[in-house]
């Protein structure tokens, strides 16, 4: 992961690059010999790395502060997370089979079940009562309006209309 933030003309733009290797899955193996019953009592529980299960993320905020006088600070932020809205899938075969045969989808991507957002869209308004910078919004004294828009479509997905 790495990440980055610079202060331009009054705005605050950050960005965030997220990189990772594919993480484990745990999968039972059954391929060496076991009667299909039995596996479940004594087949290896292992880990395995699929290739295609890497994940990447980019997202990028922008953020304004405003002193508006009379001891009222305001902060508006939109964040665009999964810049690239790249696909993070999730779900691979990872039973490898029984009795010397082989599952014919053991490491291939099973499902469009995907890790992290898609695309979204997040703009946070936040106003507070007191004098100094504008901190994140917790606790009492502030009024916080967060909305997101996503592109959860299952179109972009399955490659089909998500309604007929």
């Not at 395995?48 to 304004?64: P, S, V």
């Not at 405003?66 to 001891?71: A, P, S």
């Not at 490491?107 to 703009?123: C, D, N, S, V, Y």
């Amino acid at each position: 992961m790495t990440t980055g933030i610079v202060d331009l003309w009054g705005l605050t733009l950050s960005a965030k690059l997220t990189l990772t290797s594919p993480p484990g899955n745990t999968g039972l193996n059954c391929f060496e010999g076991f009667e299909p019953g039995a596996c479940n009592v004594v087949g290896r529980s292992e880990t395995y790395y699929f290739g295609e299960q890497d994940f990447k993320q980019l997202d990028i905020a922008l953020q304004k502060n405003w002193h508006t006088g009379g001891g009222v600070r305001l902060r508006v932020r939109g964040d665009l997370l999964n810049v690239t809205n790249e696909r993070n899938y999730a779900d691979f075969g990872n039973f490898q089979g029984v009795n010397l045969v082989r599952n014919p989808q053991f490491g291939e991507r099973t499902g469009e079940g995907i890790a992290g957002p898609t695309r979204t869209f997040k703009l946070t308004l936040a106003s507070a009562g007191s004098r100094g910078p504008v901190p994140q919004p917790r606790g009492a004294g502030f009024l916080v309006f967060s909305t997101g828009i996503g592109c959860t479509d299952q179109e972009s997905l399955s490659g089909k209309p998500p309604f007929r």
